[in-house]
């Protein structure tokens, strides 16, 4: 088993797939178990997970995920995972009422992480999509406009090699016990 950091920072987004290598069942099924047992904001889970694996759908979603140029890597992803935000239950949605805070937003965040990297645990490549053209993802799927189709992972095995991660300095992100305004 792979220490957390040395996952994390192994975990990238990738964006060149083998288009000749389908993602196993097994692998499959392991990134959606991680994302089912994601913390959720008072336990709501407002998540439906769509994987799209058929073949023609997912040239479709593919275009869908192309939106306005952008994204054209979705066409070589064998698997493509749509989050679908769904309603808190009552006391999530209450507490997100007083405090303003939508927490399904950060709960579908929460989960997206934990598939991603799953996929890397399993040697998979993934790439978090938040621009594409929802009204088309959901006609393709058939999900109601009470529901909002909120991000989507390509999954598949990269063909991309590791790159560094370029990241700030913990001391530039972190502060002890007060906000201090950082000096640039």
């Known amino acids: 088993m792979t220490d957390l950091l040395t996952l994390i920072k192994s975990r ?12 196993e069942q097994e ?44 994204n054209h890597f979705s066409y070589q ?8 935000q769904e309603a808190p239950n009552f006391t999530s949605k209450a507490g997100g009422w007083i405090k303003q805070k939508h927490y399904p937003d950060t709960d579908m965040g929460i989960a997206a992480a934990h598939m991603t990297l799953a996929a890397t645990e399993q040697g998979l490549g ?29 999954l598949g095995y990269s063909t991309q090699p590791a790159r560094p991660k370029k990241r700030k300095e913990l001391s530039e992100v972190v502060v002890y016990n007060a906000y201090k305004t950082k000096t640039r």
């Not at 990738?14 to 000749?20: G, L």
């Open 12 to 23: 990238q987004s990738d964006r060149a797939y083998d288009t000749n290598r389908p993602v």
């Open 27 to 70: 692998k499959l099924d392991y990134i959606l178990e991680a994302a089912r047992l994601a913390p959720s904001a008072c336990n709501a889970q407002p998540w439906t997970f769509v994987v799209v694996n058929d073949p023609a759908l997912r040239r479709q979603m593919a275009s869908a995920v192309s939106d306005m140029g952008l």
């Open 77 to 84: 992803a064998p698997v493509l995972i749509v989050l679908v």
């Open 126 to 154: 993934s790439c978090i999509v938040g621009w594409f053209d929802e009204k088309q993802v959901r006609s393709l799927l058939g999900i109601p406009s009470s529901k909002r189709p909120l991000l989507i992972i390509t």
